[in-house]
């Protein structure tokens, strides 16, 4: 496990609000010679810390803009109904997040579709046929006012 300190934090804080920023950039910003810079970039890489880079896409461009927060309750707590609720939901590409959570219901996925009609063929031909799947719940995004994911 990598080191915590003050400049590390500095480096992470940067690449995440700027994954393309140059390292004579980032050097400057975090008050460090460039090549110190690099190196201390390469650990965290290293090290796992730094998981990879990805690009920003526009959802309306894409065809995505109808974001859904679903709520699923499983009817059965066993290994094998969470193994085949997972695999499932790994194969659906609208959703493109899936937390096994605590609380009330079993799953938090993220859905991003096109519109309602996306979401709802979504809801009732991929979520609907999922075997051991007890309760959906869905809230739709109606606005965004803080995104800090990659």
């Not at 896409?57 to 309750?73: C, H, K, N, S």
């Not at 079993?106 to 009609?117: C, K, Q």
């Amino acid at each position: 496990m990598m080191k915590h300190d003050p400049i590390n934090d500095k480096i992470l804080r940067e690449l995440s609000r700027d994954g393309r920023i140059s390292n004579l950039q980032l050097a400057e910003l975090v008050g460090l010679s460039p090549s110190a810079c690099l190196r201390r970039v390469q650990e965290l890489e290293r090290s796992g810390v730094i998981k990879g880079y990805r690009a920003r896409l526009d959802p309306v461009q894409t065809g995505r803009a109808y974001v859904v927060y679903v709520a699923v309750g499983l009817s059965e707590h066993t290994k094998a109904a969470q193994t085949g609720f997972e695999h499932a939901m790994q194969r659906a590409e609208e959703v493109t997040e899936c937390h096994n959570v605590a609380g009330a219901f079993e799953y938090m996925l993220r859905v991003e579709v096109a519109d309602l009609p996306a979401y709802k063929a979504f809801h009732t031909d991929t979520l609907g046929t999922v075997p051991h799947v007890r309760s959906i719940t869905s809230y739709m995004v109606m606005g965004s006012p803080k995104d800090v994911r990659g």
